[in-house]
């Protein structure tokens, strides 16, 4: 049992370049997140979604985008990566029988952009 | 909406002192608390949580959390830190009553360094 899984586990991305961080989670969660983790800034929601073929913004989702065509996958898209996308990303996942279940996270994704 | 704040960013402790992260929060309702570790070049994992019910709880690892519903607070303490405790510590709050989604707020974080 995998759990949550991401890729790249790094990547150098150049301003102006696109690239999709992958997020796959085994656990049959029907809700799935995006986080991104800047220092001493905590998590901030980007993106979820509560199944497949729903979707919806978090706190920070400008140049972002998402789908979520099956349960166990849910990648996220930078169209024309900036500096300020320099992060560590986060995918998680839960299978919510009340709003406090536990989220479990993926290893993340550390990117930067120059 | 719901916030999160936690006051040190930064604790540096010997070994076998005692440890307490500030946690607070600011909401009208009724919520769900969490505290969740990133140990050094792992990823988030839960610590404990409070739902309702004992406003003690116990966690992995010899953790526990106070859940003070008059001060918004749900402190972590540990009365005897290790070496291996040291990592990142995000406390995080979701209202009673998400449905919508299950989101989590996360405050800013604590980094804590034990030294041996």
């Known amino acids: 049992n995998a759990g949550v899984t991401q890729t790249p586990k790094f990547r150098i991305l150049k301003i102006g370049q696109s690239m999709t961080l992958q997020c796959t989670q085994d656990m049959n969660h029907n809700y799935m997140y995006w986080y991104r983790q800047d220092p001493g800034m905590g998590l901030k929601l980007i993106y979820y979604s509560v199944g497949a073929g729903i979707t919806d913004k978090g706190e920070v989702p400008n140049g972002y985008n998402v789908s979520r065509s099956t349960t166990e996958d849910f990648p996220l898209r930078l169209e024309l990566a900036a500096p300020s996308q320099t992060s560590v990303y986060f995918c998680a996942s839960t299978h919510p029988r009340g709003a406090g279940d536990t989220q479990y996270f993926g290893p993340g994704t550390r990117l930067t952009v120059l | 909406a719901q916030s999160v704040s936690q006051h040190n960013h930064h604790v540096i402790l010997s070994e076998a002192a005692s440890l307490e992260l500030g946690c607070n929060y600011s909401?009208?309702?009724?919520?769900?608390l969490f505290w969740y570790v990133q140990y050094p070049g792992q990823h988030l994992q839960l610590l404990l949580k409070?739902?309702?019910?004992?406003?003690l709880v116990k966690g992995i690892k010899g953790f526990e959390a106070e859940f003070i519903k008059s001060k918004f607070s749900f402190n972590l303490r540990k009365p005897s830190v290790q070496w291996s405790d040291t990592a990142e510590y995000f406390c995080?709050?979701?209202?009673?009553?998400?449905?919508?989604?299950?989101?989590?707020?996360f405050g800013g974080g604590t980094r804590l360094m034990v030294k041996p």
């Open positions: 409070y739902f309702s019910g004992d406003p």
């Open positions: 909401y009208g309702g009724t919520v769900n």
């Open positions: 995080a709050v979701t209202p009673w009553d998400n449905n919508a989604g299950n989101m989590l707020t």
